[in-house]
Structures are given as C-alpha cells and as structure tokens.
T-cell receptor
Framework: GNSVTQMEGPVTLSEEAFLTINCTYT??????LFWYVQYPGEGLQLLLK?????DKGSNKGFEATYRKETTSFHLEKGSVQVSDSAVYFC???????????FGGGTRLMVKP | GAVVSQHPSRVICKSGTSVKIECRSL??????MFWYRQFPKKSLMLMAT?????????EQGVEKDKFLINHASLTLSTLTVTSAHPEDSSFYIC?????????????FGQGTRLTVV
C-alpha cells in the first residue's frame, strides 16, 4: 500500500536559518502530495500542494517539489521565523481520492 | 479554496453519554471523507474512510459500534462517539477529498477536541 516517511523531529532552528524537512513516499499511480501545518491546539491547514511530477508547491516562503524519480517531496524554507514553529505533516492522496496517507509529522521549533 | 467545516470545535461530555461530530464540505461535493484521531504530540491516526451512501471502512483496531460514522450526503459526514469514556478524550479531525480537473485534493476541518469527564 501507499506510505509516507518523513524525518522525525523535533527540529530546532534559530530564526532566519534554512529549513529542510525530508519526505519520501511509496505509491502506485500518480498521487497528489501535500504539506499540512498544525499550530498548537489547532487543526490542520494546507500549506502547499503538488499534483503532478515536477510541480513545485509554494506558500508563505515554503516550497516543495514533486520529484517522481526520487519519490520525494521535501519541504524547504530559506529563512524561518519563530511563528513557523508548528508540526508539519507530509501527505499523499491517491488519484481516486479515497486513500489519504500521512507521514508521522515533524515538530519544528524556531528560537529567536 | 474549498472549505470543510467541523462542528463542534470543543465539547465536554459526561462519561456514558454520546457525542456527535459533524463534518461538512461547504462548497464542494466530497469524493470521500476521512476521520482521524490525534493523541497529544502524536500524528494522525486514521479511524475510518467513508463514501456517500455506503458503509464506512474502519481501520483495524477501531470499534465500529463505538465510533458510528454516517455519510448521509456528498457534503455531510457525522462521527458519533457512543457511550463515551475518559479514554475517548482526544482531538478528532475530519477530512474531505475532492476530485477535480484530473487531480485530487484533501481539505481538513478545524478539529474537535472531545473531553469526557
């Protein structure tokens, strides 16, 4: 079946540091890939998405590129802020839209 | 973007009572709806997947009689926690998927924090 693996946290960075959170997947067909963010005490918010190979999703300074050859969708940000502290989930939705698979989540803590 | 509304956002109930949580896709018809449970500082645990008009598919270890899922229409799914106990206290999140223009997207509700006392 489908699976998503993302790096375990917590990831602790200083403000303005470069961020990478790795995410790799296994799936059949052509899934859509997502990054969701969860701030403390809240639900999940869609951060960015990519629906086909080589697509780059971007939002709020975050980027991730759908790499089919390496089955990866790594999340990057050039300069993190304290307000980026949250848990980030990588997810995969199959083409039929009836199977949504999450990675384990990565907690990011940004210190001033 | 598409909106999924989950209600209530917080609920406190007495042990032994039942609680219903609603999940609505406000501006699209959902292909599939998913129910997740999240324990503190943990990832999301898929409880069940449901399609409109058919029975939900439960994940292994999830009690069907305790967590009743009804998917009455393409825009509404409900989760009822029956005879709730303190160990059912958790954060419950619903999601709805939409297939449009050849690809699929998933949207999440705001989550419901259930506390059973």
């Amino acid at each position: 079946g489908n699976s998503v693996t993302q790096m375990e946290g917590p990831v602790t960075l200083s403000e303005e540091a470069f961020l990478t959170i790795n995410c790799t997947y296994t799936a059949t067909g052509y899934p859509s890939l997502f990054w969701y963010v969860q701030y403390p005490g809240e639900g999940l918010q869609l951060l960015l998405k990519a629906t086909k190979a080589d697509d780059k999703g971007s939002n709020k300074g975050f980027e991730a590129t759908y790499r089919k050859e390496t089955t990866s969708f790594h999340l990057e940000k050039g300069s993190v802020q304290v307000s980026d502290s949250a848990v980030y989930f990588c997810a995969l939705l199959n083409n039929a839209g009836n199977m949504l698979t999450f990675g384990g989540g990565t907690r990011l803590m940004v210190k001033p | 973007g598409a909106v999924v509304s989950q209600h209530p956002s917080r609920v406190i109930c007495k042990s032994g009572t039942s609680v219903k949580i609603e999940c609505r896709s406000l501006d699209f018809q959902a292909t599939t709806m998913f129910w997740y449970r999240q324990f503190p500082k943990k990832s999301l645990m898929l409880m069940a997947t449901s399609n409109e008009g058919s029975k939900a598919t439960y994940e292994q270890g999830v009690e069907k009689d305790k967590f009743l899922i009804n998917h009455a229409s393409l825009t509404l799914s409900t989760l009822t926690v029956t005879s709730a106990h303190p160990e059912d206290s958790s954060f419950y999140i619903c999601s709805a998927s939409r297939r449009d223009r050849g690809f699929t997207e998933a949207f999440f509700g705001q989550g419901t924090r259930l506390t059973v006392v």
